[in-house]
C-alpha cells in the first residue's frame, strides 16, 4: 500500500491532506509536535508521532514507516513572530525542512511535496493576479524561509535524486482553523459572530484576498503525488474578496444582525494578493470546487457544533 507521511499533520490544512490521504485510500503517518495542533484534529486511521521535525528522532520516523511521499506541512507560521523571533522561525522552517530532505534523500521518498505560500513569497507586487514566475518580494522571515526552502529543492533533485512540487496556497480557510491566532480571518470572524460578539475590521477593510477551502487545498496535495514533478503551482481561486464583503458573507451565513466595527489599519497587511491559478489547471488538473458561499457555510457549521 502507498504511504504518506504528513508533518503538520494535526494542524488545520495538514488535517484536511491527511483525510483526503485516507480518502484515497493511502496508508498515512503524521509527525506533528502539537505546538499549534491538536490530536482531535486527526483521523483514527492515522498513525501518530509526536515529534518535532528539527528532532534526530525523524530519522526513526522515515525508519519504521519508510513513506514514499511526505506531504511537509509543519511550520512555524506566524509573520508576527517570524519577525519577533526569526531565529525559532529558521529554526523550525528550514532546519526542520532540511532535516526532512536528508532522511527523504536517505529513505528513498519519491516526491517531497512542499507547502508555500503565495501571498509571502509574492509580496506586493503589483502584477495581479500573482503568476508563478514572479520574482520573490516577500518581506517577513517566514516569507523568506519559504522561499528559502523553494531554493533548496532544485538542488536536492539535481544532486540528490529527490523529486518535489511546490505547492503555492493563497489564503486557507475551513473547519479546524484556529481562531485565536493573527490570520485565519474567517475562523476569527465566524467564532466571534457565534459567540455574540462583534469583529473588528482592521483599517477600511480594503484588503483583497484570495480565499481558497481547505479541501481544496488538499485535493491539489494528493494530485501532486502524481503530477507538476519538480515545479512550483500556484493554489488560489484567483477571485478577490476584501474583508467588508467577507464580514457581510459571513454573517449573512450565521444570521448577526450588527454591522462591522472598524480599528486602526494593521501595519504591514498587503493591500491586495490574489492568485493566478492556470498552471495548476493545466498540469495539475487542479480547480477549485468549493465556492465562498459553500466553503463559508461548511465552516461556520464545524465552529458551531464545537
Ligand atoms: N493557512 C494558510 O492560509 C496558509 C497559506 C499558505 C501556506 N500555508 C502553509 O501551510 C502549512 C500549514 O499551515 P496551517 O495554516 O495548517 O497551520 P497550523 O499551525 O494549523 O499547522 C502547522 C502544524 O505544524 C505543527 N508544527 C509546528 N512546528 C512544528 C515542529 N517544529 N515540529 C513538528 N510539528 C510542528 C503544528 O503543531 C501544527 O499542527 C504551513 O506550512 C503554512 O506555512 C498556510
Not at 525559532?88 to 528550514?94: K, L, S, Y
Not at 509571502?120 to 528559502?148: N, Q, R, W
Not at 476569527?188 to 482592521?202: K, V, Y
Amino acid at each position: 500500500m502507498t504511504k504518506t507521511l504528513v508533518t503538520g499533520g494535526a494542524g488545520f490544512i495538514g488535517s484536511h491532506v491527511v483525510d483526503e490521504m485516507i480518502r484515497n485510500g493511502l496508508e498515512v503517518a503524521v509527525v506533528d509536535n502539537l505546538s499549534s495542533g491538536k490530536k482531535e484534529n486527526l483521523p483514527a486511521g492515522a498513525v501518530f508521532y509526536e515529534i518535532d521535525i528539527t528532532s534526530p528522532e525523524m530519522e526513526r520516523v522515515f525508519e519504521t514507516e519508510r513513506p514514499d511521499y511526505v506531504h511537509h506541512l509543519a511550520a512555524q507560521i506566524s509573520v508576527a513572530d517570524s519577525v519577533r523571533n526569526p531565529l525559532h522561525d529558521a529554526m523550525v522552517n528550514v532546519v526542520g525542512s532540511v532535516n526532512l530532505l536528508q532522511n527523504c534523500v536517505r529513505y528513498g521518498v519519491k516526491k517531497f511535496i512542499f507547502s508555500s505560500s503565495g501571498g509571502t513569497v509574492y509580496g506586493a507586487t503589483e502584477h495581479l493576479p500573482a503568476v508563478e514566475d514572479l520574482p520573490f518580494s516577500g518581506m517577513s522571515p517566514y516569507g523568506v524561509t519559504k522561499i528559502c526552502m523553494e531554493y533548496y529543492l532544485p538542488y536536492y533533485r539535481a544532486e540528490q535524486g529527490l523529486n518535489y512540487t511546490v505547492l503555492r496556497y493563497s489564503n486557507v480557510y475551513g473547519p479546524r482553523q484556529d481562531p485565536h491566532g493573527e490570520a485565519g480571518v474567517v475562523a476569527i470572524f465566524a467564532e466571534a459572530m457565534l459567540n455574540g460578539r462583534t469583529p473588528t475590521i482592521n483599517g477600511d477593510g480594503k484588503y483583497v484576498r484570495d480565499y481558497v477551502y481547505a479541501g481544496d487545498v488538499a485535493r491539489a496535495n494528493f494530485l501532486a503525488i502524481e503530477k507538476g514533478d519538480h515545479d512550483c503551482f500556484n493554489i488560489g481561486t484567483g477571485i478577490q474578496t476584501d474583508v467588508n464583503q467577507l464580514y457581510e458573507a459571513i454573517a449573512g451565513v450565521i444570521g448577526f444582525p450588527h454591522e462591522a466595527v472598524h480599528g486602526p489599519h494593521r501595519p504591514g497587511d498587503l493591500r491586495k494578493n490574489y492568485l493566478d491559478a492556470g498552471k495548476a489547471a493545466r498540469l495539475l488538473g487542479w480547480h477549485p470546487e468549493v465556492s465562498l458561499k459553500e466553503g463559508l457555510e461548511r465552516t461556520v457549521e464545524f465552529f458551531r457544533n464545537r
